[in-house]
């Protein structure tokens, strides 16, 4: 007797039977949330070499050195977000931020496709940063082929910085000549090659997830809180305010007055509200502690 297949073994087959098989919208959906799912799940595998390039980058920024996102396509695109944020998340300095995409930066969000065949292009982008020793230089490529950015990164690496290369291709040249590859295995596209799409996710997420945790290394999170963010609009200066006020333990009018005294930089404050000391002896604390508000909180509590 023969049985008829349920819904969802059929809803299976046919998301598995590749082009030129008609499927509906819903299933088509169905696709593009699974190959989401495996874009994280590719993260998830990856986060070992995520984590020990995030604290290379800590120590490379601690010591003065430059972070140098490169990308062409979308891939640059999601390298030139993550970069633009992390002056606001986490007050980092924005000379030291420098951004290298493929037709430049002058019309970011009109992607020049023919741009990304230009290796001379990548190269001269990062010759024109001098000598990077001391430096990184994180190159996005989906194919990890793209002449670009591997010509930037190959160039990178020739002029001493540390390179740290994301590509959803295991054995592909941008991987192999990095120091810190970060293979993240997103599976095939449900809209074949729009590599926006599961691998843009899946980069978006991994890019998230390497500057986050440099910025944990570097004392600027606090139990999940942004204590070294550039309040530099009213939200940002209420969520500052709201920081403040929790991690110190006291109420608004306090945590403003200590936020005025600090100039507005929110780890000193805290220090301030909580421990009544000077913005000078707060600095201090934030000094011998390496800019962790936890150490310098535990060095309050002892003085």
Do not use: C
Not at 10 to 22: H, I, M, T
Request: glycine share 10%.
């Amino acid at each position: 007797m023969q049985t008829r297949p349920n819904a969802e073994t059929e809803r299976d087959r046919r998301l598995e039977a590749g082009p030129g098989v008609p499927i509906d919208e819903a299933l088509f959906a169905d696709a593009l949330l699974a190959s989401y799912r495996r874009a994280i799940e590719s993260v998830a595998a990856a986060s070992g070499d995520v984590r020990t390039a995030a604290l290379r980058l800590a120590a490379i920024w601690r010591a003065g050195g430059r972070l140098i996102y490169a990308g062409a396509g979308s891939s640059g695109l999601a390298a030139a977000e993550d970069a633009a944020e992390l002056p606001g998340t986490f007050g980092l300095d924005d000379s030291r931020i420098a951004i290298v995409l493929a037709g430049g930066t002058a019309e970011p969000f009109r992607i020049d496709a023919a741009a990304e065949d230009g290796a001379a292009a990548g190269e001269q982008a990062i010759a024109a940063f001098g000598d990077l020793a001391g430096d990184a230089v994180i190159a996005v490529s989906a194919s990890g082929s793209t002449p670009f950015t591997v010509a930037a990164a190959t160039e990178a690496r020739r002029r001493r910085a540390f390179v740290i290369a994301l590509a959803h291709r295991a054995d592909s040249p941008l991987l192999r000549g990095a120091d810190a590859p970060i293979f993240l295995d997103s599976g095939e596209e449900a809209l074949r090659g729009s590599t926006r799409l599961a691998a843009g996710t899946a980069q978006k997420a991994a890019l998230g997830m390497l500057s986050s945790l440099m910025g944990f290394e570097l004392g600027h999170v606090h139990h999940g809180l942004m204590v070294n963010l550039k309040a530099d609009n009213a939200k940002l200066r209420d969520r500052a305010l709201g920081i403040v006020a929790m991690i110190a333990g006291v109420g608004e009018a306090k945590a403003e007055s200590a936020l005025r005294e600090a100039g507005g930089d929110v780890k000193p404050a805290i220090l301030i509200a909580r421990a009544g000391v000077s913005m000078s002896e707060a600095v201090a604390w934030l000094a011998t502690a390496e800019g962790r508000i936890d150490d310098a909180l535990r060095l309050s509590r002892g003085a």
